[in-house]
Nanobody, 117 residues
Framework: QVQLVESGGGLVQPGGSLRLSCAAS????????MAWYRQAPEKQRELVAR???????NYADSVKGRFTISRDSTKSTVYLQMNSLKPEDTAIYYC???????????WGQGTQVTVSS
């Protein structure tokens, strides 16, 4: 089992920055992919960014060049640095840890990010 706790959300003006953190505990040695997803009101949850065990990263087109995902070497914490925030980035952001053999997903409780003037 893996437990995830997100922090760092809040209210920010357009153009501002936030840094989300996800603290993990439990059997994190078996985790292959760490990711951030988001879900806006009345929309499906979508992948924002992910980083693999080997350090490869992927980003949604909508956040490329503005968001950066990173993790510490022990995989116990994953971060999402969000710059140049836009109102359309408003959503609940969820941390996800994934094991691929077999596939098991672990989710945090989510943290609200609101971009508004």
């Amino acid at each position: 089992q893996v437990q995830l706790v997100e922090s760092g959300g809040g209210l920010v003006q357009p153009g501002g920055s936030l840094r989300l953190s996800c603290a993990a505990s439990g059997s994190i040695f078996s985790i292959d992919i760490m990711a951030w997803y988001r879900q806006a009101p009345e929309k499906q949850r979508e992948l924002v960014a992910r980083v693999t065990r080997g350090g490869l990263t992927n980003y949604a087109d909508s956040v490329k060049g503005r968001f950066t995902i990173s993790r510490d070497s022990t995989k116990s914490t994953v971060y999402l640095q969000m710059n140049s925030l836009k109102p359309e980035d408003t959503a609940i952001y969820y941390c996800n840890y994934k094991r691929t053999m077999p596939i098991v997903d672990y989710w945090g409780q989510g943290t609200q990010v609101t971009v508004s003037s």
